[in-house]
T-cell receptor, first 112, second 110 residues
Framework: ETAVFQTPNYHVTQVGNEVSFNCKQT?????MYWYKQDSKKLLKIMFSYNNKQLIVNETVPRRFSPQSSDKAHLNLRIKSVEPEDSAVYLC???????????FGEGSKLTVL | GDSVTQTEGQVTVSESKSLIINCTYS????????LFWYVRYPGEGLQLLLK?????QKGSSRGFEATYNKETTSFHLQKASVQESDSAVYYCAYNNRIFFGDGTQLVVKP
């Protein structure tokens, strides 16, 4: 049963445009994440938030910015997309201490 | 630094044959991590397959097993008899900042 909801599921856009992905979790978790899964299926963490506070910010281009209004929501904005941003962006949440992740279905971005 | 290394690329196995996908981890933390296998079936989201939080113990789910070996820092995924429905991408992970392996595509041939 899905409890991490991502929108949109697909987005096609052109180089230089702005894109936003939204994520909401109904599990009551304090921690949320954004991961990038590239065409080779490699899964890399981008950001992690704990109760609206940024706690992990891996080396990602500055055009990527996360936004959290409350602990149930974590959005991802890409200011000016590049072709290498084409990927599936996965949102996840986790309860404290276990490290187990609950993933959304992903948002696939195609940059033409 | 911290890392997770698993069997690379694609593994092709005939139905009813056995499977092993290797996973080893490296961490600078003094604490033993929790270990996980995640799976992504075609058309579905990434989901937990099994986890083990205590060194020496075995986790199991859907016929898959993995034993947490702290001496060899390994957490290999095994199944005695695979089915076509097991075809998916499998990721090994541990919870020190949630490191994932690079994923292994399993293709089960009928």
């Amino acid at each position: 049963e899905t409890a991490v909801f991502q929108t949109p599921n697909y987005h096609v856009t052109q180089v230089g445009n702005e894109v936003s992905f939204n994520c909401k979790q109904t599990l009551g978790h304090d921690t949320m994440y954004w991961y990038k899964q590239d065409s080779k299926k490699l899964l890399k963490i981008m950001f992690s938030y704990n109760n609206k506070q940024l706690i992990v910010n891996e080396t990602v281009p500055r055009r990527f910015s996360p936004q959290s209004s409350d602990k149930a929501h974590l959005n991802l904005r890409i200011k000016s997309v590049e072709p290498e941003d084409s990927a599936v962006y996965l949102c996840a949440s986790s309860p404290p201490n276990t490290g187990q992740l609950y993933f959304g279905e992903g948002s696939k971005l195609t940059v033409l | 630094g911290d890392s997770v290394t698993q069997t690379e690329g694609q593994v092709t196995v005939s139905e009813s044959k056995s499977l092993i996908i290797n996973c080893t981890y490296s961490t600078t933390s003094i604490a033993y991590p929790n270990l996980f296998w995640y799976v992504r079936y075609p058309g579905e989201g990434l989901q937990l397959l099994l986890k083990v939080i205590t060194a020496g113990q075995k986790g199991s789910s859907r016929g898959f097993e993995a034993t947490y070996n702290k001496e060899t820092t390994s957490f290999h995924l095994q199944k005695a008899s695979v089915q076509e429905s097991d075809s998916a991408v499998y990721y090994c992970a541990y919870n020190n900042r949630i490191f994932f392996g690079d994923g292994t595509q399993l293709v089960v041939k009928p």
